[in-house]
């Protein structure tokens, strides 16, 4: 059975960085495509950085060049480096797992940017 569990938020300050984690068990992340998605209140999911199974990442417009996402294959882990935080990055982050046969959600966890 194929689960992820994010770590890594909490309360921040507008300028600060925070590291999200997501743990994954029952799968590896080096063979799996894994994504982080974050949800605000009143808006969509929205996809914020994916890396596939090749190495391949993506990143959304507005988050390019203040986020990276890296994978771990010993920990078995995907984390999401996010620093220049803005009060529009306030969110619920979601970690997710795709393959054929799975399409996996995390808990997630609260990000919020103070100003």
């Known amino acids: 059975q194929v689960q992820l569990v994010e770590s890594g938020g909490g309360l921040v300050q507008a300028g600060g960085s925070l590291r999200l984690s997501c743990a994954a068990s029952?799968?590896?992340?080096?063979?799996?495509?894994v994504a982080w998605y974050r949800q605000a209140p009143g808006s969509p999911r929205e996809c914020v950085a994916l890396i596939a199974i090749a190495g391949q990442i993506q990143y959304a417009n507005g988050v390019r060049g203040r986020i990276t996402i890296s994978r771990d294959a010993a920990k078995n882990t995907v984390s999401l480096q996010m620093n220049s935080l803005k009060e529009e990055d306030t969110a619920i982050y979601y970690c997710n797992a795709l393959r054929l046969n799975f399409d996996i959600w995390g808990q997630g966890t609260q990000v919020t940017v103070s100003t």
């Open positions: 029952g799968t590896k992340v080096v063979e799996t495509t």
